[in-house]
Every structure is written in structure tokens, then in C-alpha cells.
């Protein structure tokens, strides 16, 4: 006779086939959605040219209709002024058109007006000057214009772009194009320590919002010919530079590859921040871990691109993007560096650990104090059980009281003004504290718990690898809540086999340790000392491989 | 259906999932009685008991066992009244003693869910105290039958026998103290006090009486409301059952072969009858088990060095005289070659009973000639001729000066 079990034991075993099954298909279709929803692509379909009235314009080389062309185009802009003057020396009239506020004034008085109207053409030159339109513009770029940055064009619509954009704009009776003269010069501020990542030993240098001075900021700091920084110019409706940056032989051609053809895949109409570029081309949307690191810090930066990693640097934002991203990075802070190797590997482990308690500590004490009593030391557990005597609430409940009023008081911490921002965190962590415990809504513990927590997410160098943390805290706050420290161990390997399968540009995020690469934990919780650290990280697979050859 | 729609029923789906399973498992702990201390008694029902069975309280049992749980912390009672006086059973302090008689130690336990709200929880008993009358009527595999199964209560509780009742052990003059703890910390004296056992678990117990072996365990009596470690009882393998007791001094005799690390005093008099004591600074003994043919017998080698540490006798020894060292240490040798003959006596004469793991060298150095003894080795071992012989070196006087 066969043992046959009972009918239960047939719908337990098709249902831990089918559950599986089913949450694959379901994570699949909802990654599916969501990649069909936020593309790449630009759907072809949809794609409508975005018709313009002056691409096809070029100048004709008739002053008084180019002139009317012109303030056609732009002089319904109040900041847009056009000022016409005479070549000395010559009847040539011309016109310097520039935007109010974003164009150098400076450049166009001295270098433009002054040198046009005070010096003009002399009598010797002037047949020569007033031959042709090309003599006109070799005349004016080799004894004239006393600038370096100048453009020629005899399109309409790149020289209207580039008024726009802050150049100053000179037309010349003539001639059959226009010059562009300069660059914009915007509102900039000072290059000051960088806020969201201060750091006490390193350089004090932060990123600014102008492309141009954060290329110039890694230029200083990177002084290597290999340093190569590529332009892309992103967004379909608003234009802004991207540059990509790189070590030409030290990072793999194939990341480079990859990154250059997401890039170029990307498709939005203004991209306003590192953020958008983060979003648009990291691999996986759902994921609740970023794949892209962001930095203000061009320290950061140089040490990312040293070990064979690629930068993007964004114009309008202080964020540079760091890519490919490893877990590990997240917790590591350029500080680790600087410092000797043993302060470095201390205050590293530390961090780890933080890291372990800001996800976990909720979680765990949730599970040890509603499901396993019996796991606490029974001292503890005595005087847990003293003085939790005649609160309201389960632990789950309490917690999440406690968490989510810390998570508001952080929150509305980054938004008061500074002078306030210290007195509300006194007011909100001391008297909210004690006052919850005093008025019997929570425990004593659970407020160590909770203050824990909070100061630990805080030990995380990188802000928003925090909030992955935190919202994840939550989730395993949940899971504790519910199924006790078998459900946060399940969370636990739920997140550990996401992870294991989460890639950041083809580069396994859990690496070195899965894949186990045992020559790059040299460089993992442990900081080895600068004389060990040799090789640069294998799992990047870099060309130039040893950091000591030149 | 649209997409958004599609997706929405997709996470409304996912989250049903989690919210709609319960929290089965869930007990908080500030909602379970957390019992550290387990008494067991020969059944007398209190009066607690009486007066509810004359309303009408009972069911059908025989009052075999009284079982008393030591609660802690007291409960919310205490919380409300400050420091007022817990309810029955105690006499302040931090803890609560209860009290129900019955024939299943279980269902005693369950009968508790009638007198007091939180259910009882045994994950952190500590300790397990069996009146010796009890042990006298009962095997201590009998006893001890549930508390091994229960998968509750951890197999590192200690175990004790109280020379009264259990009852009375667990109870404490001092506020704010529970006794339950002195009792499980009472052993980590043993490096001041030779007196003082092993302490024994639910484990070293179980072992023993599944193996029928015989063993000690620590003997406590009470006396004003406090705990006094006094000697061990004797738990004879054949039967599980409590035999007899030896004293303080019996038991210090035979630390000298059953501790590893010793840190007590040897104390003797001079001719003249005043007190001179010796501290043991190390201490090592061999137990040889000599086997030829069928007699067994055992040489007991003792050797041991320690300071002259105090010495009550006028005028001072002067110890510079190697002759007055060697009567001295001789004295030392005479007193606890006294003690140990005396346990050694008590063992085999009055218990018949081989508690002090002399049968453990057999089985460890003659397997073979184990196997065949050990049936009724308590009966061999009352027969079996025991030579000891110490040696003790007396090596400073402390570091009084001339």
C-alpha cells in the first residue's frame, strides 16, 4: 500500500507552487507597465516634430531686413535690447543684440562697442574690409573682436538660441551672418563646502550650479591628460549640457558604451536636475535601492573615476551622478581615505553597524517584545515587562507612533529656517519623548529604540541611500508586526535576493561579496592601508588595473 | 480596462495579502505572567484553596502536589499602588507568589487562568526547588516529567532540593529582591566556598535519572525568610528518590574530588585548641580506578598548595622551622583526609549510594568492566575499598610581616 496524504497536503504543495508562480508573473507584469510607461524610447508613433518658424531662415546680408527679422523673432522679450551703432571709420551700421541680466555687460562695453565705435577701421584697411561679406568677418574676427569665445553662423534660429541663451549677438551691415559673442554670465554663487556632505578632514571644494565651473573644479583637481569629459546635450524642448567623465584608460569601454547609449536614449523635455538623469537611465525602477550616486563633492568624483567608474555632471544642479553604483559605496565616505587606515576601518565598521541597527533595532523590537518574550535576557525582560505595564497599545502600533513622528519631525526639520531648526528638534525629540511616556502612550524602551535608530540612520554618508533605509524600515516594522522575527528574517532574505540581483550598469550591486571577489575586500568594511591597496576594484574590470603605474 | 486601473487591482491585490493575514502569534510580553521560580511541595491545599472549595471550587484531582509559581514583576497591582504590598502570597518585594495544589502539574498551571488574567509563561524559569519530602515520595523522573517535555522553559534552569518546604525558600525577608534570582546566582560563590555544589540543570537532570545514576543536588533551608545553601541531598539512581543529606562539612570533603577549581579554607585547631586556618590557593585530584579481576578499587591522590592565613594561636608559630611547617601542613592533611573519610563513609555505610561519580572513572578508564557493574553499581560501590591520600603545601603566610 502507498501512503497517500490527506487532500490538504495537495493544496498546501499546489499552493506553494502557484504563489511563486503568481508573484513572478505579477512583479513581471508590473515592471513591464511601469518600463512601457516611463521609456527610454520616444515613441515613434507620437513623435511630432516641433515645427519652427526659424529653422530654415539664414541671413540675407541686407542690414534693414535682417534687422527686422531679428526683432521679429525676439523683441516681443522685454529683456532682449538691441543696440545699434556705427563702425568708426566706415558707414557700416551694426547691432549688438543681448539679453538683459544674463549677457555680459562687461564683455560686450569693452570688448565690443569700445573697440567697434573708439578704433574702428582705419583708412588704410578699409577697402579690404568693405570687399565682401567674408572679408567683413575675417576683418572684424582677426583686428576687432577682442574676445575669445566667438561663433559664427548665418542661420537664424542657432543665432537666436544663442541670444537667448546669454551670448551677446552682433549683426553687421554687410554681412551675411551673425556673430556670437561670449557666453552667459549668470548669477553664480561662491564654491563653498558642500552641505549634504560635509566632511570634517578633505577638501572643503562643493560642486556650484555652472557646468563650466564644476568641469573647471575636477579639472583642478584631477590634473590627468586621460580625463576625458564628453558632451551630450539633453532635453527636447529645454537644451542643457550633460558631460560625461571618465578616465580614458582606466574605465571599461563597454560601461562607457552603455552609459553613452542610455544617455542618448533619454528623452524628456527639461531635464532640471541630476535627479531626472538618475531616474531616466537607472535599470531598475522598482527597486527601492539607487543605482546612481549623487554627489556635490568633486573629491568624490576624481576617487570614482580613478577606480574605473563614470561621472555625469549636469548643467543647473550642484549634484553630480556617480555610476556604477555597489552597495558597499553607500557606506563609505571619501573621509575613510584620508584618515589613517585603522581610524578609517573603525569608523567604517561603525557605520555598518549603524547601518544594521537604523534598518533593523524597530523591527527587532517589535518581533522580541509581541511574539519572543522569551529571547530577552530575563532581567530586561523584567523590567520591559514593569514598564510597559498599562500601555494601550502593541508594540507594532507604538512603534510606528514613534517612527513616523520622528520621520515628520526630520522632515520638518529640513524646511524650518535655520535659527528655529535646532529649537524644534529639542522641542520635538525631548518634549514629544518624554511627554509620550509620561502621558502612558509608549514605553521608555521603545523611545531608546527609536532614538537609536534615528541617530544611526544619520551616520549614513550618502542622504539618500538614508531614505532607502528608512522606507525599508518600515516594511520590516510591518512584516515584524505581523509575523514576528520569522517574518523580518523573510524580509531579510527577500531584500538580500533583490539585491543579489540587482545590477547597476551590468555591475552586480552586492559585489564584491556576491559575486565573492576576496581581493576587493581589501577596500569593503575593512579599509586596508594605502600601500595594500594596490589594484584598483576588479569587479569594475578596469584596463589599467594597478593604481601604481603612471 | 486601462492600465492604471490594471495595476491598481495588481497592489490592492498585494497589499490584501499582508492585510489580511493575522497576527496569530502574537502575545505582548507585558500581557503574559512571567513565572522565574517554580516550588513544588507535597500537596496541602492553602487556604486560599479551602475557602474556594467550600463555595464550590474544585474539580476532580488529588492533592499530590502543590505547586507555587514566583511571578515577577509583581504585576500591574503595583504599578497603580506605588510601593504597596503585592497581593497574596508574599511579603513584599518585586514578586508574587501563587500557590494551587493538584495531581498534574500541567493542569495546575492551566487552573492558574482562573485566578489571574495574564496567561503563565515559562520562558524564563530560572530555577526549580523540590521540597525534600516531596523527593522522598517521588522519583525525580516523576517530578520532573513535564518540566522536561515542556518546550517552554529552557533546559539551563537550575534545579535545587529545599530541606523544608519549597514554598518557604521562595520567599524573601529583603524588598525589592526576588528570591528566585539569589537562588540561580547563589552558585557563582563557589570560587569563595567549597560548600556550595555544581549547579545542576534540567539537562545534568535529566541525564542523570534517564541513566539511573545517583547524584547531588544543592540542599537549601530557610530560615527567617532567607535562603541558606546547606549541604547537598542525595538523589539515589535505582529510584529516583531523595535518600539523605550530607552536611556542609561532608560536602566540603568531597569537593576536594569532585571540583576542578577550588577556593575554600581548610580550618584546624592547634594542640592547644585555637584555630588556624588554611587558604587553598590550587587544588588538583586524581581518582585511579584499580581494576583486577572483579575487585574494584579506588586510590584517591590529593595534592594542594595554599597560605597559612590566619592563626589564632599565642605566641605566633613561627614558621621559619621546617619542622613546624611539616606538623602544620600535616595538621591540615589530618582534617580533610577527616572530612573526605567521613563523606566517603556517609556514601557507602548509611546511602549505599555512589553520588560523587566514582562510577564515572570506571566507565571512562574500564568500559568493559563498566558495562558489567553498573546494574547495580550503588551496591559494588558500598563495598569497594577507597584509599586517599593528601598532600598539602603550605607556600606563604600572606603578607603579614614579622
Not at chain 1, 549677457?103 to 565705435?117: K, R, T, V
Not at chain 1, 544619520?458 to 516594522?477: D, E, N, Q
Not at chain 2, 497589499?15 to 502569534?25: A, D, F, K
Not at chain 2, 558489567?372 to 603578607?399: A, L
Request: hydrophobic share 40%.
Amino acid at each position: 500500500m502507498f501512503y497517500i496524504p490527506k487532500w490538504s497536503v495537495f493544496v498546501q504543495s499546489t499552493l506553494v507552487i502557484l504563489i511563486p508562480i503568481l508573484f513572478v508573473w505579477v512583479s513581471r507584469r508590473l515592471r513591464d507597465s511601469i518600463r512601457s510607461v516611463f521609456s527610454l524610447h520616444l515613441d515613434k508613433s507620437k513623435n511630432v516634430k516641433r515645427e519652427s518658424s526659424l529653422s530654415e531662415i539664414s541671413g540675407t546680408g541686407q542690414y534693414d531686413q535682417d534687422l527686422q527679422m531679428l526683432q521679429e523673432s525676439m523683441a516681443h522679450n522685454a529683456d532682449v535690447h538691441f543696440r545699434e551703432f556705427t563702425i568708426r571709420g566706415t558707414s557700416c551700421r551694426a547691432v549688438v543684440v543681448y539679453v538683459e541680466g544674463l549677457a555680459n555687460s562687461n564683455l560686450i562695453d569693452s570688448h565690443l562697442i569700445a573697440p567697434l565705435m573708439r578704433e574702428g577701421v582705419p583708412e588704410a584697411d578699409r577697402e579690404d574690409f568693405e570687399q565682401s561679406s567674408e572679408s567683413i568677418q575675417a576683418y572684424l574676427e582677426s583686428h576687432l573682436l577682442t574676445v575669445s569665445h566667438l561663433r559664427w553662423g548665418e542661420k537664424l534660429q542657432p543665432f537666436v538660441q544663442g541670444v537667448l541663451n546669454g551670448s551677446s549677438g552682433l549683426l553687421i551691415e554687410g554681412m551675411k551672418g551673425f556673430f556670437l559673442v561670449g557666453m552667459a554670465k549668470g548669477k553664480s554663487r561662491n564654491v563653498e563646502d558642500p552641505i549634504s556632505e560635509a566632511l570634517l578632514r578633505g577638501p572643503r571644494i562643493g560642486f556650484t550650479e555652472r557646468i563650466g565651473e564644476n568641469m573647471g573644479l575636477l579639472r583642478m583637481h584631477g590634473k590627468d591628460e586621460g580625463m576625458v569629459m564628453k558632451k551630450y546635450e539633453v532635453g527636447t524642448r529645454v537644451k542643457k549640457e550633460l558631460v560625461l567623465i571618465y578616465m580614458k584608460d582606466i574605465a571599461n569601454q563597454e560601461l562607457i558604451n552603455e552609459i553613452d547609449s542610455r544617455i542618448r536614449r533619454m528623452a524628456i523635455d527639461d531635464p532640471m536636475d541630476s535627479g531626472y538623469i538618475e531616474q531616466l537611465i537607472e535599470d531598475s525602477t522598482l527597486s527601492p535601492f539607487q543605482q546612481l550616486q549623487n554627489t556635490e563633492r568633486p573629491d568624490r568624483v576624481i576617487g570614482a573615476i580613478l577606480e574605473g567608474r563614470a561621472a555625469i555632471l549636469l548643467d543647473g544642479t550642484p549634484f553630480a551622478l556617480i555610476m556604477p553604483v555597489t552597495f558597499s559605496m553607500l557606506l563609505q565616505s571619501p573621509e575613510d581615505y584620508y584618515e589613517r587606515w585603522i581610524s578609517g576601518s573603525f569608523v567604517r565598521l561603525l557605520r555598518f553597524s549603524a547601518a544594521f541597527l537604523a534598518l533593523w533595532a524597530p523591527s527587532l523590537y517589535i518581533s522580541f517584545i509581541s511574539y519572543h518574550s522569551g529571547m530577552i535576557p530575563t532581567s530586561l525582560a523584567l523590567s520591559i515587562v514593569e514598564s510597559r505595564q498599562g500601555l494601550p497599545f502593541p508594540s507594532i502600533i507604538e512603534a510606528f507612533i514613534m517612527e513616523l513622528s520622528i520621520e515628520i519631525l526630520r522632515e520638518a526639520g529640513i524646511r524650518l529656517p535655520k535659527p528655529i531648526g535646532p529649537a524644534m528638534g529639542i522641542v520635538g525629540g525631548l518634549i514629544i519623548g518624554d511627554a509620550a511616556v509620561n502621558a502612558g502612550i509608549v514605553s521608555p524602551f521603545l523611545i531608546i529604540v527609536v532614538a537609536v535608530t534615528a541617530i544611526s540612520s544619520f551616520t549614513i554618508p550618502v542622504y539618500s541611500a538614508g531614505i532607502t533605509l528608512r522606507i525599508l524600515r518600515f516594511t520590516a516594522m510591518i512584516f515584524a508586526g505581523i509575523f514576528g522575527l520569522y517574518g523580518v528574517i523573510m524580509f531579510f532574505l527577500l531584500i538580500c535576493s533583490h539585491l543579489v540581483k540587482l545590477r547597476s550598469f551590468g555591475i552586480p550591486y552586492l559585489s564584491p561579496l556576491v559575486p565573492y571577489r576576496f581581493r576587493d575586500w581589501k577596500d569593503y568594511v575593512i579599509r586596508s592601508p594605502l600601500k595594500i591597496l594596490k589594484q584598483r576594484p576588479a569587479m569594475l574590470n578596469p584596463r589599467d588595473k594597478d593604481r601604481r603605474t603612471n | 480596462m486601462s492600465r492604471t486601473m490594471r495595476i491598481g487591482l495588481m497592489l490592492t491585490f498585494i497589499v490584501l495579502q499582508v492585510i489580511t493575514t493575522g497576527c496569530w502569534g502574537h502575545r505582548e510580553i507585558e500581557d503574559q505572567s512571567v513565572y522565574i521560580g517554580l516550588g513544588l511541595d507535597v500537596g496541602s491545599p492553602s487556604k486560599f484553596e479551602q475557602e474556594a472549595n467550600e463555595q464550590g471550587g474544585h474539580y476532580p484531582k488529588m492533592n499530590t502536589v502543590t505547586v507555587t509559581v514566583q511571578i515577577a514583576p509583581a504585576g500591574s497591582s503595583q504599578k497603580q499602588g506605588g510601593q504597596g504590598s503585592p497581593s497574596s502570597g508574599s511579603q513584599g518585594g518585586s514578586y508574587q507568589n501563587q500557590q494551587l495544589t493538584g495531581d498534574s502539574i500541567l493542569q495546575v498551571f492551566r487552573q492558574f487562568a482562573l485566578r489571574n488574567e495574564p496567561p503563565l509563561v515559562g520562558l524564563h524559569l530560572k530555577v526549580v526547588v523540590v521540597s525534600s519530602e516531596l523527593a522522598k515520595q517521588y522519583g525525580m523522573g516523576q517530578i520532573f516529567d513535564f518540566i522536561f517535555r515542556d518546550n517552554d522553559i529552557r533546559e539551563s534552569c537550575l534545579v535545587m532540593i529545599s530541606h523544608g518546604k519549597a514554598s518557604e525558600v521562595l520567599n524573601s525577608q529583603h524588598p525589592g529582591e526576588i528570591p528566585a534570582f539569589r537562588l540561580r546566582d547563589a552558585h557563582r560563590n563557589r570560587y569563595r566556598n567549597q560548600k556550595i555544589l555544581p549547579p545542576v540543570t534540567l539537562v545534568m537532570l535529566e541525564n542523570n535519572v534517564r541513566s539511573k545514576s545517583s547524584f547531588m543536588l544543592q540542599n537549601i533551608v530557610s530560615a527567617e525568610g532567607e535562603q541558606y545553601l546547606s549541604g547537598a541531598a542525595i538523589i539515589k539512581g535505582e529510584t529516583n528518590k531523595w535518600v539523605g543529606e550530607l552536611s556542609e562539612a561532608e560536602v566540603e570533603g568531597l569537593s576536594w574530588i569532585t571540583e576542578k577549581k577550588l577556593g575554600g579554607v581548610v580550618k584546624t585547631y592547634t594542640i592547644d585548641g585555637r584555630a588556624i586556618t588554611y587558604e587553598i590557593k590550587n587544588a588538583s585530584a586524581k581518582v585511579v580506578p584499580i581494576v583486577s579481576g572483579d575487585d574494584i578499587s579506588f586510590q584517591i591522590k590529593i595534592s594542594s598548595e595554599g597560605r597559612l592565613i590566619e592563626d589564632w594561636s599565642q605566641p605566633d608559630i613561627t614558621p621559619q622551622q621546617t619542622t613546624v611547617l611539616q606538623k602544620l601542613e600535616e595538621k591540615f592533611e589530618e582534617q580533610a583526609r577527616k572530612q573526605l573519610g567521613q563523606a566517603l563513609y556517609k556514601l557507602q555505610n548509611v546511602y549505599h549510594t555512589d553520588a560523587a561519580g566514582f562510577g564515572e572513572q570506571i566507565r571512562i578508564s574500564h568500559p568493559k568492566v563498566w558495562k558489567k557493574v553498573k546494574d547495580n553499581w550503588d551496591d559494588i560501590f558500598s563495598h569497594v575499598p577507597i584509599s586517599y591520600d593528601i598532600k598539602m603545601t603550605i607556600i606563604d603566610y600572606g603578607s603579614s610581616k614579622e
